[in-house]
Every structure is written in structure tokens, then in C-alpha cells.
């Protein structure tokens, strides 16, 4: 052996790889009951929550214990943990043989908290304590009950690695479309259900829709700024029809957006097909087209007066006016609305889709721009006990968007230009989720680790909730569709055997551990 070619580190991973990697199912010495007596009475825990715990202790065990026989195929997220202990190893400076928290433990335990609920650091750390026995079972390398850990502890050991190590454990785990994502069927409302070639008449399926877009955290700020106006970004690319986070990246600045999607797009880059961007107009830029361009990368982009876009815009406005449209055969010009009434408002939407050939090239930032769309809403106010008159009072409000896409100019872009555009708001809606659920604009961060493991981690929750609640969603014999909301999802979490079910099941369906299992 080359012994200049050899690390401990590579080998031992080979040694895991050349050997069933199923671990074996320790058992709880009796000795942790007192270790928990002690801990408890160390940490003035209330009398009754001891009761119930020790009334429980051997129920847990036994729950435990049947749960390994139920679900053999544990060891995937053992897999997981492994993984996470060779990332840390290359940051983490502590000696080996005094380490008592391990990396790969404590972030599994701040997986299970954040999809329960827990938002901070004391909050990870409580449920730690609420949930050792649990842990004792389902985590390899947990720590007898009398080390109980700190939020301090916590922070330090998960927020060593940098922003750009998480990526590659965040690519391998999270961010791809589980098989069970691809198959849902996805219902969304008057939007066009499919496309149909226009020569054979086949039924053709939409092109996947990419979202890119960037989220503040409110609460947060830059380490050695004094103005508390430098706020930390998530910025994350978006599957938009599966709900799922296919890259994350936290930067300082709302204009960096464009920067980094240039770096997450490289790095799923040909693992994905068939797929279509689409974002704000933030990011209708030079760069953006130009990079586009470079890859072959199909796109839907909304275009305002800004960034060099003015000309273009105002000759947008120019073109699109009845008189002017009027003018135009039948075949230079596809147009399709729908109406529906909503939320006391009645809306109509309507789509024109023409040619780029009516303007001038000089003005567009692409040459592979091929039609313009234009989307008008007009929404009118319903008040059901409003007289004729104080209704009539109510004005109509009209909003004007256009989008350049690079797709062929035919019926079949006007739908999928309908189809993106509708789901694009699905990554809007992700934020909103991230906001009030997981309670993200509250973490108070500075550092730049600090920020990048709250971000990623996060994002990580977030497709393992919305795997859970598409897994969970029921038909009732009606025929009505029933999606439980996150916070009923996290409810299903509470019990870390069952969090742990989901954990294998998220993991296994996996599309590269479906391939690997069929070659065994």
C-alpha cells in the first residue's frame, strides 16, 4: 500500500463500504434510571413531569425496542449520520478520545426539534432532555443521560462547518425531488392541466418549473457592522411544482440573489432535464440572460423599467394596446383568460402571447428570446351586502406584467408560460412557511456560520415536513382532498419513533438508494 495515498479517514470509510453498515441495536443499562433521577433533581426538574417520566420509562423501552424490528432499514439514516461525522471532522479541533457530544448526534437531535417545533438553541437543548430515552435507542453515540448538553454546546458544535461544506451533505440529502414528490398529482386551480402536441395530438408534460429568490432574516445582522440594517439572505432554488429546496446559499446583500444562483445552478447542473427558470424582475439582468445563454437554460422572466430595461419595456407598453393587437392575423397572436371569485374579489386574468419578431432586437438582452407575454388582472372588489350603487363605487383594479420567454412562439408555450407562472409562487409561499412556522425571521444571528446552519437546516426541515404532509394527505370518499397544514405535521413529529419512520422513509426514496437497492 502507497502509505504516501493513505489517510485513516479515507480508510476507514472504505472499511464501512466493503461491510454491512447495519448497526446493531444496543441496549439501556439499568443504570440510566438513576442517572436520570439524579439529572432531574440536579436541574430542579417539576415532580410530576418525573412521574409521568419513570411511570413511561418502561413503556418507551419497549416502544423502542419493537420499533427496530418494525423498520430494519434504520441504518439509512445511520448512513446520514456517518456523512455528518466526516464533514465535522475536518472543522471540529476537539480531541477524539474526550469527545462526549458528537456532531452526528447533535444535529440529528436539532433535525428532530426543529421539525417539532423548537426554533432556538435553549429550545434544541430542553428537548435534548424531554427526549433522551428516545435517543438512546435511535442515535448511535448519544451520550449517557448524566451529560446532559447545553444551548451553548449546541451552537458551538453546529455551527463549525462554513456555508459552502454544508452544500455538498444538503445536495446528497435533501436536495433532490423524492420519488413520491414526482408523483403526486398536483392540482392547481385554473391553471392549464397539461399540453398537447400540436401536430400529433400526444399528451406532453410541462416542463418543470425552477424558482430562484431571496428571503431576509429580519432579526439578524452582519458580525462588525454597527447598523442593524445589514441583514443576513437566504437565497434558495426551488422545484416549484414538488415543494422542495434543490440548493440554499446565505449572502449579505439582497443584490448577491443573481450571483448565487449562478453558483447552485452549477452545481445540480445536469441532474436535472427538461426544466424552465423563472424569478422576480430583480434578476432580469444582463448576467442572467448572459449565463443562460452560455448553458442553454430555458426561461419565463417578468421585465420592468429597470436595469437597462426601459427601452424595452416602454416598447412593450407601446405594442400592447387594443387598437395595435387588433391588427394582427390569427396566427400572430394566442390569447387565453379565466375568471373565479376569491376572497370577496372577482378576478379575471388574461394571457397574449406574440412573437418576439414585432420588436427590435437591438433592445432585447438575448437573442434566444422567441415570444412576449403579457398578463393582465383585473380585480373588482365583492361586497355581498353592498347596495347597486356603493358597488358600482367600488373601481376595478388592473396589474400588467410581462414576461420574455425563450421557448418557441406556439400554443404549447402559452400554456406552459400559464403553468409557470401560477406555480412559481409556490417558492413565495415556501417563505411564508420558513416565517411563521419555523419561525426563521426571529433567530437573531450575526455570524456568518452561525446564519448558513440556520438557513441550511432549515431548508433541510422544510422538505422533510412537506414530504410528510404530501405522504399524509387523504381522499375522502367524497372525494375531497385533505392537505393537513405544517403545524399538523409537526404534531405527527411530536413522537420522536414516529419523526424517526419519516426520517427512513424521506431517506430511502432517494432515487440514486432505490437504484443501489435493485443492484443488491
Same mark, same amino acid.
Given at each position: 500500500?502507497?502509505?504516501?495515498?493513505?489517510?485513516?479517514?479515507?480508510?476507514?470509510?472504505? /472499511?464501512?463500504?466493503?461491510?454491512?453498515?447495519?448497526?446493531?441495536?444496543?441496549?439501556?443499562?439499568?443504570?440510566?434510571?438513576?442517572?436520570?433521577?439524579?439529572?432531574?433533581?440536579? %436541574?430542579?426538574?417539576?415532580?410530576?413531569?418525573?412521574?409521568?417520566?419513570?411511570?413511561?420509562?418502561?413503556?418507551?423501552?419497549?416502544?423502542?425496542?419493537?420499533?427496530?424490528?418494525?423498520?430494519?432499514?434504520?441504518?439509512?439514516?445511520?448512513?446520514?449520520?456517518?456523512?455528518?461525522?466526516?464533514?465535522?471532522?475536518?472543522?471540529?479541533?476537539?480531541?477524539?478520545?474526550?469527545?462526549?457530544?458528537?456532531?452526528?448526534?447533535?444535529?440529528?437531535?436539532?433535525?428532530?426539534?426543529?421539525? $417539532?417545533?423548537?426554533?432556538?438553541?435553549?429550545?434544541?437543548?430542553?428537548?435534548? %432532555?424531554?427526549?433522551? /430515552?428516545?435517543?438512546?435507542?435511535?442515535?448511535?453515540?448519544?451520550?449517557?443521560?448524566?451529560?446532559?448538553?447545553?444551548?451553548?454546546?449546541?451552537?458551538?458544535?453546529?455551527?463549525?462547518?462554513?456555508?459552502?461544506?454544508?452544500?455538498?451533505?444538503?445536495?446528497?440529502?435533501?436536495?433532490?425531488?423524492?420519488?413520491?414528490?414526482?408523483?403526486?398529482?398536483?392540482?392547481?386551480?385554473?391553471?392549464?392541466?397539461?399540453?398537447?402536441?400540436?401536430?400529433?395530438?400526444?399528451?406532453?408534460?410541462? #416542463?418543470?418549473?425552477?424558482?430562484?429568490?431571496?428571503?431576509? !432574516?429580519?432579526?439578524?445582522?452582519?458580525?462588525?457592522?454597527?447598523?442593524?440594517?445589514?441583514?443576513?439572505?437566504?437565497?434558495? #432554488?426551488?422545484?416549484?411544482?414538488?415543494?422542495?429546496?434543490?440548493?440554499?446559499?446565505?449572502? $449579505?446583500?439582497? $443584490?448577491?440573489?443573481?450571483?448565487? +444562483?449562478?453558483?447552485?445552478?452549477?452545481? !445540480?447542473?445536469?441532474?436535472?432535464?427538461?426544466?424552465?427558470?423563472?424569478?422576480?424582475?430583480?434578476?432580469?439582468?444582463?448576467?442572467?440572460?448572459?449565463?443562460?445563454?452560455?448553458?442553454?437554460?430555458?426561461?419565463?422572466?417578468?421585465?420592468?423599467?429597470?436595469?437597462?430595461?426601459?427601452? #424595452?419595456?416602454?416598447? +412593450?407598453?407601446?405594442?400592447?394596446?387594443?387598437?395595435?393587437?387588433?391588427?394582427?392575423?390569427?396566427?400572430?397572436?394566442?390569447?387565453?383568460?379565466?375568471?373565479?371569485?376569491?376572497?370577496?374579489?372577482?378576478?379575471?386574468?388574461?394571457?397574449?402571447?406574440?412573437?418576439?419578431?414585432?420588436?427590435?432586437?437591438?433592445?432585447?438582452?438575448?437573442?434566444?428570446?422567441?415570444? &412576449?407575454?403579457?398578463? &393582465?388582472?383585473?380585480?373588482?372588489?365583492?361586497?355581498?351586502?353592498?347596495?347597486?350603487?356603493?358597488?358600482?363605487?367600488?373601481?376595478?383594479?388592473?396589474?400588467?406584467?410581462?414576461?420574455?420567454?425563450?421557448?418557441? +412562439?406556439?400554443?404549447?408555450?402559452?400554456?406552459?408560460?400559464?403553468?409557470?407562472?401560477?406555480?412559481?409562487?409556490?417558492?413565495?409561499?415556501?417563505?411564508? !412557511?420558513?416565517?411563521?412556522? %419555523?419561525?426563521?425571521?426571529?433567530?437573531?444571528?450575526?455570524?456568518?456560520?452561525? =446564519?448558513?446552519?440556520?438557513?441550511?437546516? $432549515?431548508?433541510?426541515?422544510?422538505?422533510?415536513?412537506?414530504?410528510?404532509?404530501?405522504?399524509?394527505?387523504?381522499?375522502?370518499?367524497?372525494?375531497?382532498?385533505?392537505?393537513?397544514?405544517?403545524?399538523?405535521?409537526? =404534531?405527527?413529529?411530536?413522537?420522536?419513533?414516529?419523526?424517526?419512520?419519516?426520517?427512513?422513509?424521506?431517506?430511502?426514496?432517494?432515487?440514486?438508494?432505490?437504484?443501489?437497492?435493485?443492484?443488491?
Amino acid at each position: 500500500m502507497d502509505m504516501e495515498k493513505f489517510t485513516p479517514l479515507e480508510g476507514l470509510m472504505k /472499511l464501512l463500504d466493503s461491510t454491512s453498515r447495519k448497526p446493531i441495536v444496543h441496549k439501556i443499562p439499568k443504570s440510566y434510571k438513576k442517572q436520570y433521577q439524579e439529572v432531574f433533581k440536579k %436541574l430542579d426538574i417539576d415532580e410530576d413531569y418525573q412521574e409521568d417520566f419513570f411511570i413511561n420509562y418502561d413503556g418507551v423501552v419497549a416502544s423502542c425496542e419493537s420499533f427496530f424490528k418494525r423498520h430494519p432499514k434504520y441504518h439509512v439514516v445511520r448512513d446520514f449520520m456517518d456523512d455528518v461525522l466526516v464533514l465535522w471532522h475536518k472543522f471540529d479541533k476537539r480531541d477524539e478520545n474526550l469527545i462526549i457530544y458528537r456532531p452526528e448526534v447533535v444535529l440529528m437531535v436539532v433535525l428532530f426539534a426543529k421539525a $417539532n417545533g423548537c426554533t432556538d438553541f435553549e429550545q434544541y437543548a430542553d428537548f435534548w %432532555l424531554r427526549n433522551n /430515552l428516545y435517543f438512546q435507542y435511535l442515535l448511535p453515540g448519544m451520550p449517557e443521560p448524566k451529560h446532559m448538553i447545553t444551548s451553548e454546546t449546541i451552537r458551538t458544535i453546529c455551527t463549525i462547518v462554513k456555508d459552502e461544506d454544508m452544500d455538498d451533505l444538503f445536495k446528497a440529502y435533501f436536495g433532490e425531488v423524492r420519488n413520491f414528490m414526482k408523483e403526486v398529482t398536483h392540482d392547481y386551480k385554473d391553471l392549464p392541466p397539461c399540453i398537447f402536441d400540436e401536430v400529433t395530438g400526444d399528451k406532453v408534460d410541462f #416542463l418543470s418549473t425552477f424558482g430562484f429568490d431571496g428571503q431576509e !432574516i429580519r432579526a439578524s445582522s452582519q458580525e462588525g457592522k454597527v447598523s442593524r440594517k445589514c441583514k443576513r439572505h437566504g437565497v434558495s #432554488l426551488y422545484a416549484c411544482e414538488c415543494n422542495t429546496v434543490l440548493a440554499a446559499m446565505c449572502v $449579505n446583500k439582497k $443584490n448577491q440573489e443573481l450571483s448565487s +444562483f449562478f453558483k447552485m445552478y452549477s452545481s !445540480i447542473m445536469g441532474v436535472f432535464e427538461d426544466h424552465l427558470v423563472i424569478s422576480d424582475s430583480l434578476n432580469a439582468r444582463k448576467d442572467f440572460f448572459d449565463f443562460c445563454d452560455f448553458y442553454g437554460i430555458d426561461y419565463c422572466m417578468p421585465i420592468k423599467a429597470a436595469y437597462g430595461l426601459k427601452p #424595452l419595456f416602454n416598447k +412593450f407598453n407601446e405594442f400592447f394596446t387594443e387598437e395595435n393587437l387588433n391588427t394582427l392575423e390569427s396566427h400572430e397572436i394566442l390569447t387565453q383568460s379565466h375568471n373565479s371569485l376569491e376572497h370577496g374579489r372577482y378576478e379575471t386574468v388574461t394571457y397574449t402571447l406574440v412573437s418576439i419578431k414585432h420588436f427590435d432586437k437591438d433592445l432585447l438582452p438575448s437573442q434566444r428570446i422567441k415570444c &412576449v407575454l403579457r398578463r &393582465v388582472k383585473t380585480s373588482q372588489r365583492v361586497v355581498k351586502t353592498a347596495t347597486k350603487e356603493e358597488q358600482a363605487k367600488l373601481k376595478p383594479t388592473t396589474e400588467v406584467h410581462y414576461y420574455v420567454l425563450s421557448l418557441d +412562439f406556439c400554443n404549447a408555450t402559452l400554456l406552459q408560460a400559464i403553468h409557470s407562472i401560477g406555480v412559481h409562487w409556490n417558492y413565495e409561499a415556501h417563505h411564508n !412557511i420558513l416565517d411563521t412556522v %419555523l419561525l426563521q425571521d426571529m433567530q437573531a444571528v450575526s455570524t456568518d456560520n452561525t =446564519a448558513s446552519f440556520i438557513i441550511k437546516s $432549515n431548508k433541510m426541515v422544510f422538505n422533510l415536513l412537506t414530504y410528510v404532509r404530501a405522504r399524509t394527505t387523504r381522499t375522502t370518499p367524497k372525494g375531497a382532498v385533505k392537505v393537513p397544514s405544517y403545524k399538523q405535521v409537526m =404534531a405527527k413529529m411530536s413522537n420522536p419513533l414516529t419523526a424517526f419512520k419519516y426520517f427512513i422513509d424521506y431517506f430511502l426514496d432517494r432515487p440514486e438508494t432505490e437504484s443501489a437497492q435493485e443492484q443488491a
